[in-house]
């Protein structure tokens, strides 16, 4: 049976846009419910200044519980070396780094151009790589840009040229961080990146991080699928949005992905009325903006 690997990411870009701040005994209560429902991979927090994302303040608290869970690989965001040390110190198992594709959203995310960040994340990979961790690296706005519209899809695939030279074991992610992506174009752009860079022994090297601002997220997911992607980020609930794309709302819902692959036929190990669980206690979230469909499609409740 085929096999899909999904990525939550409700526990950071889920609540990273939240106001009022969410207390770490319930980001932990989050995360153990989507353990218990069977996810393996968890985006649980970013080690950045609580200045810049207040939400933020309490990973390393929120990453220690993860990292007591047995079978869940816990990865921190870290925006720079500062950050990168904060989740080496913290033992997590994986590290993600960023950048965005266009440079105006790079200004707006990080205040650096594209090439600064470039040469400042390649170090940090290769730091990542030498203690032994596992590294992924997000490209953001791969597809559009809220500044510049829709990207040219060379222009796209030249920066993950330059990032899968970087280390053939590092893991790369084409974000959709605006949901504007279309699916025809997203099938492109990681068929070609799949068949241009393969990973070692075949290991999936690709994955797809999608929103769905312009209800296209889950044909994006399919999409990028048929492409040959094996590993899709999403959060329960439809929680998130990024501060700095205006007009970007929710990724794409972990309950809605299970369900295609389900339709599918693709096994993805989520057990589906644990997973609602954890999607409705993320969707009641004070502060939340909860998106998705399956949670309000009776017969998809009654099939838990």
Known sequence: MAEAMISEVAPRDGLQSIGPFVPTATKIDLVRRLHAAGLRRMEVGSFVSPKAVPQMADTGAVLAAALGLPGLEATVLAPNRRGFEMAKAAGAHRVGVFMSVTESHNKANVNRSRMDSFLDLSAIVADAVAAGMKV?????????????????????????????????????????????????????????????????????????????????????????????????????????????????????????????????????????????????????????????????????????
């Not at 022994?201 to 797809?208: I, N, T, V």
């Open 136 to 304: 992924r690296f997000n490209l953001s706005c791969a597809f559009h840009c809220p500044f510049e519209g829709v990207v040219p899809e060379e222009d796209a695939l030249d920066w993950v040229e330059r990032v899968q030279a970087l280390d053939q074991g590092i893991e790369i992610s084409i974000c959709d961080t605006t949901g504007n992506a279309a699916p025809d174009q997203v099938r492109r752009v990681l068929a070609h990146a799949i068949r241009s860079w393969p990973g070692a022994d075949g290991a999936p090297r690709f994955a797809f991080h999608g929103h769905d601002t312009y209800g296209m997220g889950v044909a994006n997911c399919a999409a990028a699928w048929e492409a040959g992607c094996r590993v899709f980020d999403s959060a329960a609930g439809g929680l998130g949005g990024c501060p700095f794309a205006p007009g970007a709302t929710g990724n794409v819902a972990t309950e809605d992905v299970a369900w295609l692959f389900a339709r599918m036929g693709v096994a993805t190990g989520v057990d589906w009325p644990g997973l609602l669980d954890a999607a409705d206690f993320a969707a009641a979230i004070p502060g939340a903006l909860p998106g998705g469909r399956m949670r309000a499609v009776p017969a998809a409740r009654q099939a838990a």
